[in-house]
């Protein structure tokens, strides 16, 4: 049995079908982590969502900030659409609310202690450890499989509060914990999540830093599995394992097997996007 972390999808159906080749990947025996953002921005968004859903059991997938978009949008929050966009497949599919339903059914952190991995979207903010890490994520989880869920997708919106608080409550505690696993990059030095700079480290203004290289991140024991962020490139000596290579940009879709010895495993894109379009 092989264990595989992917990055970011994000419509580019084809080109998974290309490294599951690479892969020979088995789904009788094989496992697929997905650091989320399945779908957006690349042409073949119901594609993907429809295989990685198929492949049930086999398939491990925590959500991403344009899988929540999806699903946002679907309930009718008009107001957040893009230009960019490139839903519209699956929200006209005859399968569509069983898919919604599958997508908002799925974990917002995922934690292997055998394997000895953590696996979130975006990143952990420098206070978190992981006992905080799940509590906050599974009450996200709880709300968005519970019957308020449209409700909290249309509040979700918004980068306030930026800084962690035990005494957070309540919308501004999901909100928080939402930013945080599925739309951080760099954080201030006083530890507050900064939403406006994303891109590489070496473009951020002082005072700003990636937020596993935050001086005291309760989460540094821990060896973390994220997407989201194609500019960052490596990020060696961090305990930290970046899988967002830019496939829908035309750069790389990237796997690394998980059990034995890490190896990494990518296959080039030809891009849907152009880098740089919102």
């Avoid at 919604?100 to 917002?108: A, G, I, V």
Wanted: hydrophobic share 40%.
């Amino acid at each position: 049995m092989a264990v595989y972390a992917i990055g970011d999808l994000q419509g580019c159906y084809y080109e998974l079908r290309k490294l599951l080749d690479d892969l020979r990947y088995d789904p009788r025996t094989d496992l697929l982590w997905f650091v989320g953002d399945l779908v957006n921005r690349g042409p073949t968004s119901l594609e993907c969502l429809r295989f990685v859903r198929d492949q049930g059991a086999r398939a491990v997938v925590v959500l991403g900030n344009h899988d929540l978009h999806l699903l946002a949008v679907a309930c009718g929050n008009q107001r957040k659409q893009k230009q960019s966009d490139t839903l519209q497949a699956i929200l006209g599919a005859p399968d569509r609310d069983e898919l919604l339903d599958w997508l908002r059914q799925r974990p917002l952190l995922h934690h292997d202690a055998a394997l000895g991995y953590t696996m979130v979207h975006a990143g952990l903010p420098p206070q978190w450890d992981l006992a905080t890490a799940t509590l906050c994520a599974r009450e996200v989880e709880s709300v968005l499989r519970g019957n308020e869920w449209r409700q909290f997708l249309d509040q979700m919106y918004g980068d306030q509060p930026d800084r962690w608080s035990d005494g957070l409550t309540g919308i501004e505690r999901l909100r928080y914990s939402v930013n945080a696993l599925t739309r951080m990059r760099f954080v201030t030095e006083d530890g507050r999540i900064d939403l406006k700079v994303k891109g590489a480290p070496h473009t951020a203004p002082d005072g700003i830093t990636p937020w596993f290289a935050a001086r005291g991140r309760k989460s540094a024991n821990l060896e973390l599995i994220f997407g989201h962020w194609s500019t960052l490139g490596e990020a060696d000596g961090f305990g930290v394992f970046p899988l967002d290579t830019g496939c829908v940009w035309g750069g790389r879709l990237t796997a690394l097997r998980l059990d034995g010895e890490p190896k990494w495993i990518a296959v080039p894109c030809k891009g849907a996007r152009v880098p740089g379009e919102d």
